[in-house]
DNA sequence: TGAGGAGACTATACGGCGTGAAGTTTGCTG
DNA sequence: CAGCAAACTTCACGCCGTATAGTCTCCTCA
């Protein structure tokens, strides 16, 4: 059996690694739409069907690159959270969705990517593509509620919500980490997420463009409220 | 010339009826992916190239198509709106938010079609496939905000929008009907056309699955939570 | 009535796609 | 050095959009 450091081992993740870069410089150039095993070979210099070596098939390749970018955006938005001063619970919160906004006007094809119709036939495994990096970036959200829960737990605390309303991978992450949050938190998190995936979605896809032409007022104004529900009187 | 009740002026507009609804069959069956001119003409008993005689390439026929769904969903929350009591401006607010929800979810090729990468290689027409349906989208919700704003102006009269922040076929349509509603109105009214759809759109790409396994519960705290944020006390 | 023309459709072809099967080269290992 | 496995190529199939050229059918008008 090869030793785990050797020639074969680490050409072959030389290679790998090749390969998502490519695809991912094909993503950049051309959108999602441009991830082809054939055009990914052609920038190697290799046959299309060399690519079958390292993916059994293109939608595990594509599932990879997900799972890639998905982390990066997670990578960012928990980066802009850790930056910004604890202290200020509204300052942070807004740092925070700044981050996530940015990110995805910085990578309009890998926002597509993630949460859009990917490639042409992608089919996403079951569980989605990358239910880690999504718990993730949900938890980064759950650190937003529950910074503000102190200041926001008697506007939603009403809520009916179980523990069982929701998914336990995501539950195992945010439970641990926010034990003063209460079921009435994740709702109220995920809807923020919801708010945020929304507003950024309909710009990403230029649907919010044919009706403002100052999406980023739109979404300044979105913070502002956001921080207002959450029952922060703190101009930031 | 032939005149405009002609029989082959009569067979053309049938056969463009027949392509348009097995087009939209095959959306339905096989998703977005599944509309290509060669499965059209094989349903049809028609070679792929005949289809050419109706629209000039698969994104011409791909465009009408968005077109069409667009509208049977502004048709749909229209008629929601219409016929929730007048009276009750929750009420009203929540059937529309509810109304928009259910057509997605019985209709969710539809929804990616008009909001998602629609079909593999296809470049939307400059301005969004179907800017007259998406006004009328963002009208409906604009009648929500004009409901609401007698109870929530005092709210969001605060910010800084101007008319000029707007999109002038956006407003041509929601100025005449909502006379009232100033530019924060639209604001708000965009804010919340956002939130809707980040929801939505969460729960149709199955990304909320991953994280509740309740969405139609969340949707609901959504619109309890929308309703107050409007300002409006009543329970329902 | 019959010729001309327009419109509807087919046949053929090209290049691109994912992918399966079979064959060939390369380099490690015993 | 023999053998073997991994890496890679070649060929093939069926799918796609679409360009070009040809055929057939029916309407119109002299």
Redesign the pocket.
């Known amino acids: 059996m090869?030793?785990t450091g050797?020639?074969?081992e680490r050409?072959?993740a030389e290679?790998t690694a090749e390969i998502k870069q490519v695809a991912l410089k094909l993503m950049a150039t051309g959108g999602p739409d441009a991830?082809?095993?054939?055009?990914i070979?052609?920038e190697m210099?290799?046959?299309?069907?060399?690519i079958?070596?390292?993916f059994a098939?293109?939608?595990d390749l594509v599932t990879m690159l997900i799972n890639e970018v998905y982390t990066a955006l997670a990578d960012a938005v928990d980066a802009a959270w850790a930056e910004a001063p604890a202290g200020h619970a509204a300052g942070r919160i807004q740092t925070w969705a700044r981050a996530f906004r940015d990110w995805a006007l910085a990578n309009p094809e890998g926002f597509r990517l993630i949460y859009g119709d990917p490639v042409p036939?992608y089919q996403a495994p079951e569980g989605g593509a990358a239910p880690d990096a999504a718990h993730r970036v949900c938890t980064g959200i759950a650190a937003l509620a529950d910074a503000a829960w102190p200041h926001a737990r008697h506007l939603y605390a009403h809520g009916d919500f179980q523990w069982s309303d929701f998914d336990a991978g995501l539950l195992d992450k945010v439970r641990p980490a926010f034990p003063d949050l209460p079921p009435a938190g994740v709702a109220l998190a995920l809807r923020i997420w919801g708010h945020l995936h929304g507003l950024v979605s309909l710009e990403i896809y230029g649907h919010l463009h044919t009706q403002t032409i100052n999406p980023g007022k739109l979404f300044q104004e979105e913070l502002t409220q956001l921080v207002r529900s959450l029952g922060i009187d703190s101009k930031e």
Not at 35 to 39: K, W, Y
Not at 45 to 50: H, S
């Open positions: 090869g030793s050797g020639r074969r050409l072959r290679t991830i082809t095993l054939r055009a070979a052609r210099g290799m046959t299309a069907n060399a079958y070596g390292y098939t293109r939608d036939g």
